[in-house]
């Protein structure tokens, strides 16, 4: 329990990254329940768009197995890409998912005013209370998008099993094709660019809650009861 | 004359509510000595609660200076009022403000990562504060598996985490009882005298002005009376019953 030297003062004030990353996880593992229902509005936003790009690529590619071989039940169909419907409906859900996240993450904030003021007595920065509230929802973005991208590929291919049979799985568009006109981008990277994606958005939805969280005055955790 | 630890000079703090401007403080003017365990009294709205603020480095006055280990907190930048809060300040509070998600080595250990120590010195201080407070044997439990009084002391443990020549104490017994009181203000106090930290403390609680060397009223934004402890006379009573 040494004592400062007295008179002097610096400004080296730190949280390392991995701790930040540490003490995030930690928060969102403890209110795993909340957690899960932030993390469901992006797992359905991302679901929906990925399901809608997979099945587009599926259509496209079973098409184009389609000329090289005599499958008929196919014939009648001609892949028109993503309709304008289909991309107004992707863009409502990924901006419901935003406003949800936003929603959840003020709410968040306003439960935890005094954990925040409690920080900031303690030395904490503004930006390191950005941070933990950043990356608390990057987590749940990336775990949301992850599991939504896999349910709409599921999703995807069962619909693709449906109406193409077991043909679809020798011609199933895994891998990207970038040298067609138009390019073909492949399951695995629509997987990739949902997550991604799931996780910007995420993000996007607690900027304005963490920057709330952050200039709160640490003087209010004096004042809030428990 | 021990050195003047924190020095308010005519502060005045003004709220704005609505088109009505609320003085809450009017012109305080306070020295609070090096080692000295003070104890700020006065009624709901006297404007203690804001005095202590500004006395913590958590509010800036309207007007007037306070000056903290000879840093006058207006001309600082936020990053080195967060040093301040760090380093130089250690705060206790009435309802504890634990991190909940945070074992109590984690919440004693929190100022400690702000202050830039090792992850092994980190768990080694933050063991012995906890041991020194009587929580050796509970450093991985979770405030809510702690008891009010155990809670006030993994507190008290991480207010000490950096070293502060100042801690203040915001009604520190007002959630427990009057045994478990007694423990921490006496737990207080000894520290205080180990140390050699100055106490600054906000109380209605008779037993923690027992302890206290000097007595500050606060009324109506001013600093109405100041009197030392053997100025008065306290007469606690105990609590039998063990």
């Known amino acids: ?226 | 004359m021990a050195d003047v630890v924190v020095k308010t000079e005519k502060v005045v703090k003004e709220y704005r509510m609505g088109t009505n401007v609320l003085r809450a403080l009017d012109g305080i003017d306070l020295e609070i000595y090096s080692g000295e365990y003070i104890s700020l009294m006065g009624p709901s709205g006297s404007g203690k609660s804001t005095l202590f603020n500004m006395i913590g480095a958590l509010d800036l006055p309207t007007a007037g200076r306070v000056f903290i280990d000879g840093q006058d907190m207006g001309r600082l930048s936020q990053s080195q009022i967060a040093w301040f809060r760090c380093h130089r300040v250690g705060y206790i509070f009435q309802s504890y403000n634990l991190l909940h998600v945070m074992t109590a080595l984690e919440n004693v250990t929190l100022p400690m990562i702000f202050a830039g120590l090792s992850t092994s010195e980190r768990r080694d201080k933050g063991a012995e504060l906890l041991d020194r407070v009587g929580l050796g044997e509970r450093i991985h439990h979770r405030p809510d598996e702690l008891s009010g009084g155990q809670r006030q002391r993994v507190a008290i443990a991480r207010a000490f985490a950096n070293g502060p020549s100042i801690i203040l104490a915001d009604e520190p017994t007002a959630n427990l009882d009057t045994v478990i009181g007694r423990e921490i203000i006496d737990l207080i106090k000894q520290l205080n005298v180990d140390q050699g930290v100055t106490v600054i403390s906000a109380t209605h609680d008779l037993k923690m002005l027992d302890v206290s060397d000097r007595i500050v009223d606060i009324r109506d934004g001013l600093v109405e009376r100041i009197r030392n402890r053997d100025e008065i006379e306290i007469q606690v009573g105990e609590v039998g019953g063990h």
């Open chain 1, 1 to 226: 329990m040494e004592q400062q030297t007295r008179g002097t003062i610096g400004q080296q004030i730190e949280l390392p990254f991995m701790e930040s990353v540490r003490i995030s996880f930690q928060s969102l593992m403890i209110r795993f329940g909340r957690s899960v229902i932030t993390t469901a509005g992006i797992t359905l936003g991302i679901a929906f768009l990925v399901s809608v790009l997979v099945n587009n690529e599926v259509s496209v590619a079973m098409k184009e197995s389609g000329s090289k071989q005599e499958i008929t039940t196919f014939e009648a169909e001609e892949p028109k890409g993503i309709s304008m419907k289909d991309k107004w409906l992707i863009i409502m859900s990924l901006i419901v998912c935003v406003v949800g996240i936003a929603n959840s993450m003020l709410m968040a904030v306003t439960e935890r005013f005094q954990e925040i003021g409690t920080m900031k007595c303690l030395g904490a920065l503004d930006r390191f209370v950005v941070r933990l509230f950043l990356l608390e929802s990057g987590f749940q973005g990336l775990a949301g998008a992850l599991i939504g991208a896999l349910i709409g590929c599921l999703g995807s291919l069962l619909l693709g099993l449906k109406d193409y049979g077991l043909d679809l799985f020798f011609y199933f568009p895994m891998l990207p094709v970038l040298n067609e006109q138009p390019a073909r981008f492949g399951v695995l990277l629509i997987i990739l660019a949902g997550c991604v994606l799931g996780m910007i958005l995420s993000v996007i939805g607690a900027a304005f809650p963490a920057w709330r969280a952050a200039k709160l005055p640490p003087a209010e955790a004096m004042r809030t009861e428990v």
